[in-house]
């Protein structure tokens, strides 16, 4: 079996607050298409590809608030990305916010799916590493509520056999923290999928503004090579509702090295073949983690 993934990473210009589900499916939908002509076997979509970034609003209706979710995945408005899946064999990986009734009350989650060739979800996960506030911060030239409107994870960090590999995944701010990339990779991870929004302006420390995009590479260069795994990142890019969000999106090889990467802020795919095959490169060598590493002194990052 070929140990080849062509993935493609479909980076989503700015997405209106009042854009229709169906209009940015329908992005969604030329996107995958695209990526089959292409060659695509996987194609990778943004965090909360299905609405506007809604956590720089706050919102004290609840109602307000609920139409961002979705209640059912897939729903009458997604279905076409599953059926679009089936007819042309292409797996996606799609971030959604996501809202369920789990024992006997109603949970949100900041969530990604994993769907393969045939249609079917192989694998979810529920973002663990929620950034911003929960509270409504009006010095802020916008909010970043996501500690108001999402619990936080509740699946772990799961990794999935799909398309020939190891798949995991990890949703924006996870992509900031080494812990993220090294539970994955012990578990197998050969290939990191992760969809992100990040504004261009930090507002609690604004001096670090112009740093979004070395911060963004900085991290995923470093947990590819670390942990030799390929990194997807998909950015949701441009000025969305006054807005700027980074664009930058990449695939990132084991060795840490970006070999691509979108030019633009608006709907863009990129593609590469990764050959799973060469995370032996550095999982076998400097970072074989039976060899060299020395969890007896690594306690202490767990405990707090
Ligand atoms: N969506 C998301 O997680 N964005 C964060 C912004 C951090 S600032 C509150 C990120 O890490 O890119």
């Known amino acids: 079996m070929s140990r080849i993934v062509t993935v493609g990473a479909a980076q989503l210009g700015p997405i209106a607050r009042n ?5 940015v499916v329908e992005r969604l939908l030329a996107l995958m298409r695209r ?4 060659g695509c076997d996987l194609v990778v979509f943004p965090e909360l590809a299905l609405t506007t970034f809604f956590p720089r609003w706050y919102m ?16 009458p408005e997604t279905e076409p990305l599953f059926a679009v899946a089936r007819e042309l064999g292409i797996g996606f990986y799609l971030g959604y916010a996501e809202r369920v009734e789990e024992g006997g009350r109603v949970r949100r989650f900041n969530t990604s799916i994993l769907v393969d060739g045939r249609g079917e979800v192989v694998g979810r996960y529920r973002k663990i590493h929620l950034p911003g506030h929960a509270e409504n911060e009006p010095w802020r030239a916008f909010q970043h509520l996501e500690k108001r409107y999402f619990e936080p994870g509740d699946l772990g960090f799961g990794t999935w056999q799909a398309f020939g590999g190891v798949f995991g995944m990890a949703l924006c701010n996870d992509r ?5 990339y090294r539970v994955l990779a012990l578990k ?3 290939m990191l999928l992760l969809g992100y929004n990040t504004p261009m ?8 503004d112009h740093l979004q995009g ?3 590479h900085l991290c995923m260069q470093a947990g590819a090579y670390q942990n030799g795994t390929w990194v997807v990142a998909v950015a949701k890019a441009g000025r969305e509702e006054g807005c700027d969000l980074l664009g930058q999106s990449c695939i990132i090889a084991p060795t840490g090295e970006i070999v691509a990467m979108s030019s633009t802020l608006g709907d863009e795919l990129i593609t590469a073949e990764c050959d799973l095959d060469r995370t032996r490169e550095i999982k076998e060598h400097i970072f074989n983690f039976e060899l060299h590493r020395r969890p007896e002194e690594y306690r202490l990052i767990a405990e707090r």
């Open 176 to 180: 900031r923290w080494p812990e993220t």
């Open 35 to 38: 990526a089959r002509t292409r």
């Open 19 to 23: 854009e229709s589900r169906a209009r």
């Open 60 to 75: 004290e209706s609840q109602a307000e608030i609920d139409a961002f979710f979705e209640t059912a995945m897939p729903g």
């Open 188 to 190: 197998g991870m050969e």
């Open 201 to 208: 302006h930090y507002p609690p420390v604004p001096g670090h």
């Open 214 to 216: 070395f911060h963004n």
